[in-house]
Every structure is written in structure tokens, then in C-alpha cells.
């Protein structure tokens, strides 16, 4: 099983990126997956999360209304648009899959895990 996230970068605050998570070894559609990021010094944070049919979602209230996940299961690939983008979100963001359809915020209930991104915001 492979995770692997793309997408970060240095952006300005109040702008966007758009990470990806491409996962191959997996059934893609017998899994759901969630966003997390960890800043230096801070535990793992659960960001977003989906299910299997992209049905339904999860958020952070630190990010709703800022953060979109979304799934294309043909592409094998997890997305979280990040809009109106701040400081405190800088962090490395991790894409993680759990070997079952419905939704958790806990980093504990995920089998597979990428390496991680990191996403900077300047002020």
C-alpha cells in the first residue's frame, strides 16, 4: 500500500492550494480517508475526512468553510482545497486511509499513512 500526498507549497495568507493524496495497493472504494496536519511542537490533528462514496464529510471547526475534501474513486485520488488559507494553518498535512467506508477524526483508527506535505502561509 502506497499514500502519497502532493500539492503543498509557500503561499501568502488568504490565498489557496489544493492537496492531493493518490493511494494504490488499496480498493479505493473500500476506504475512507482523512486529512491530518501536525505543526512543530503539536500533536496530529484531524482536518477533514470522507467516506467511501464521498457521501459524507468531516471538518475541523478550525477549517469549515475554508477546507473542501473531495474523492474521484476512477482516479484513486483524495483532495483538500484549502481556501482563505492563514498562518496557523501552517503545517505538514498527511493523507491517511482506513480500511472501512465510514468517516473518524482519529488518527488511531487509520491503516495506512503518506508521508506528508508541507504547507507554509506567510502573513
Known amino acids: 500500500v502506497q499514500i502519497v500526498e502532493s500539492g503543498g507549497g509557500l503561499v501568502q495568507a488568504g490565498g489557496s492550494l489544493r492537496l492531493s493524496c493518490v493511494a494504490s495497493?488499496?480498493?479505493?472504494?473500500?476506504?475512507?480517508f482523512g486529512w491530518f496536519r501536525q505543526a512543530p511542537g503539536k500533536e496530529r490533528e484531524s482536518v477533514a475526512a470522507?467516506?467511501?462514496?464521498?457521501?459524507?464529510?468531516y471538518y475541523a471547526d478550525s477549517v469549515k468553510g475554508r477546507f473542501t475534501i473531495s474523492r474521484d474513486n476512477a482516479k484513486n485520488t483524495v483532495y483538500l482545497q484549502m481556501n482563505n488559507l492563514k498562518p496557523e494553518d501552517t503545517a505538514v498535512y498527511y493523507c491517511?486511509?482506513?480500511?472501512?467506508?465510514?468517516?473518524?477524526?482519529?488518527?488511531?483508527?487509520?491503516?495506512?499513512w503518506g508521508q506528508g506535505t508541507q504547507v507554509t502561509v506567510s502573513s
Open positions: 470522507i467516506s467511501w462514496s464521498g457521501g459524507i464529510t
Open positions: 491517511a486511509a482506513r480500511r472501512a467506508r465510514g468517516i473518524s477524526s482519529r488518527p488511531d483508527e487509520y491503516d495506512y
Open positions: 495497493g488499496v480498493t479505493f472504494d473500500d476506504y475512507a
